[in-house]
C-alpha cells in the first residue's frame, strides 16, 4: 500500500500562488508516474498535471503556461506550483499514483490508483 498525503491548499485571490505538496510512503515500487487531479463542485474529477519518474510533465490546456509540476525522488514528493490563479481553479485537489508492478526493467499498470485524501484550493474574485 501507498499513502499519499497532500498539503497546502488554501484561500488566495485571483492572480495569486500556492504550491501542492503530495508525499507518498509505504511501498514506494508499485509507482512510478505521480499527478495532480481536481474536482470542483458539481463537475467531474479531472487532469490537472502528471509527471514521469524522469521527470516529463503533462498538463491540461487550462493549467498551461500557470501551473508547474515537479517532484523530488528522494523525498517521494510531487510538487504543484499554481500561480496567476483564477476563481475557476477553484477546487479539491487530488493527488494520484496509479500503481505499477515492475517487471523484467520495465513497469506495467495494474490498473488501480493510490489517492490522497485531497486539498481545498479557494481563488476568490
Known amino acids: 500500500q501507498v499513502q499519499l498525503v497532500e498539503s497546502g491548499g488554501g484561500l488566495v485571490q485571483a492572480g495569486g500562488s500556492l504550491r501542492l505538496s503530495c508525499a507518498a510512503s509505504?511501498?514506494?515500487?508499485?509507482?512510478?508516474?505521480m499527478g495532480w487531479y481536481r474536482q470542483a463542485p458539481g463537475k467531474q474529477r479531472e487532469l490537472v498535471a502528471t509527471?514521469?519518474?524522469?521527470?516529463?510533465?503533462n498538463y491540461a490546456d487550462s493549467v498551461k503556461g500557470r501551473f508547474t509540476i515537479s517532484r523530488d525522488n528522494a523525498k517521494n514528493t510531487v510538487y504543484l506550483q499554481m500561480n496567476s490563479l483564477k476563481p475557476e481553479d477553484t477546487a479539491v485537489y487530488y493527488c494520484?499514483?496509479?500503481?505499477?508492478?515492475?517487471?523484467?526493467?520495465?513497469?506495467?499498470?495494474?490498473?488501480?490508483?493510490?489517492w490522497g485524501q485531497g486539498t481545498q484550493v479557494t481563488v476568490s474574485s
Open positions: 494520484n499514483a496509479p500503481r505499477v508492478t515492475y517487471v523484467n526493467g520495465n513497469y506495467y499498470y495494474t490498473g488501480n490508483n493510490y
Open positions: 509505504g511501498n514506494i515500487r508499485s509507482i512510478n508516474n
Open positions: 509527471i514521469t519518474s524522469g521527470g516529463s510533465t
